[in-house]
T-cell receptor
Framework: KQEVTQIPAALSVPEGENLVLNCSFTDSAIYNLQWFRQDPGKGLTSLLLIQSSQREQTSGRLNASLDKSSGRSTLYIAASQPGDSATYLCAVHGGSSNTGKLIFGQGTTLQVKP | GAVVSQHPSRVICKSGTSVKIECRSLDFQATTMFWYRQFPKQSLMLMATSNEGSKATYEQGVEKDKFLINHASLTLSTLTVTSAHPEDSSFYIC???????????FGPGTRLTVL
């Protein structure tokens, strides 16, 4: 059974710092991995999608890497801003096909202080 | 971009009543939609997969008679929480699978409070 773990559960940093969020998964047979952002009481916004054949994806100040063999992904946020404060969720498509079925980690709640 | 809406955004009901939540894909068709539940400070847990024109597939531990799912069209799935109890209070989020993109687009969620 696929399990997704995110470390740390919470993180507080001063504005401007670069930071790394970690995600690990137990079954390396994934179709793809996504990072999402969730603001309090809101739905999810997709940030980055990494296919199983890819090693990383970049969007603006965000960079996500994937090491499928070791079951790890990281989300790197450069020059953090107070507006980055949110919960970041990592999710994998379980199995080897694009079933659309996502398994989520517990999330990392980030606070960026001005 | 692909947009998914949910209605209502917030509902408060008395114990024993039934509540229907709608999930709509506004600008694309979705043969598959998913329903998740999120308890405070916890992650999303998949409840069921909603398939257009066929029965939903429920995850282990989710009561299909309590959480009725209907996916009557390519743009609408509904989740009905029957005989709701306080322990059903949660944040319910749906997603719609955009075929060909490999992406899930999430609705804004519905906050259910059962008194």
């Amino acid at each position: 059974k696929q399990e997704v773990t995110q470390i740390p559960a919470a993180l507080s940093v001063p504005e401007g710092e670069n930071l790394v969020l970690n995600c690990s998964f137990t079954d390396s047979a994934i179709y793809n991995l996504q990072w999402f952002r969730q603001d309090p009481g809101k739905g999810l916004t997709s940030l980055l999608l990494i296919q199983s054949s890819q090693r990383e994806q970049t969007s603006g100040r965000l960079n996500a890497s994937l090491d499928k063999s070791s079951g790890r992904s990281t989300l790197y946020i450069a020059a953090s801003q107070p507006g980055d404060s949110a919960t970041y969720l990592c999710a994998v498509h379980g199995g080897s096909s694009n079933t659309g079925k996502l398994i989520f980690g517990q999330g990392t709640t980030l606070q960026v202080k001005p | 971009g692909a947009v998914v809406s949910q209605h209502p955004s917030r509902v408060i009901c008395k114990s024993g009543t039934s509540v229907k939540i709608e999930c709509r894909s506004l600008d694309f068709q979705a043969t598959t939609m998913f329903w998740y539940r999120q308890f405070p400070k916890q992650s999303l847990m998949l409840m069921a997969t909603s398939n257009e024109g066929s029965k939903a597939t429920y995850e282990q531990g989710v009561e299909k008679d309590k959480f009725l799912i209907n996916h009557a069209s390519l743009t609408l799935s509904t989740l009905t929480v029957t005989s709701a109890h306080p322990e059903d209070s949660s944040f319910y989020i749906c997603s719609a699978h955009y075929t060909g993109t490999g992406l899930e687009f999430f609705g804004p969620g519905t906050r259910l409070t059962v008194l």
